[in-house]
């Protein structure tokens, strides 16, 4: 099973456990609780690893060269963008 077939898993079982048994005035309906899965659902995204991914920059060189040389650092950064990575945030911020 892949990664994202493992999520839709999760999410399907949390959608699921979403519903309370019975409404005592509507004895025959089923209701969808909707703050109760939002609830859960992202803690549960959060657990499998989601992250936000950001609009941004990959950071400028942390050092410069005394000879203003910082070629293999621009380089370096270029091959990172060009394989395709990008800037994520955590879905769920965490606690100091």
């Known amino acids: 099973m892949t990664k994202q077939e493992e ?3 999760g999410i399907r079982r949390l959608i699921d456990g979403c ?6 005035d509507y004895p025959k ?3 969808f609780q909707p703050m109760k899965f939002l609830n859960e ?3 549960y995204l959060h657990s ?4 936000i991914k950001v609009d941004g ?3 400028s060189s942390p050092f410069i060269e005394e000879s203003g040389d910082n070629n293999g650092f ?3 950064r270029d091959f990172m963008l060009r394989a395709g990575y990008t ?3 955590p879905l769920i911020k965490e606690s100091k």
């Open 41 to 43: 659902i992202m803690p």
């Open 74 to 76: 621009i380089v370096g």
């Open 57 to 59: 920059e990959l950071p």
């Open 48 to 51: 499998q690893g989601v992250v």
């Open 7 to 9: 999520i839709r898993e």
């Open 19 to 24: 519903y309370n048994a019975r409404n005592p």
């Open 29 to 31: 309906l089923i209701a």
């Open 87 to 89: 800037a994520v945030i």
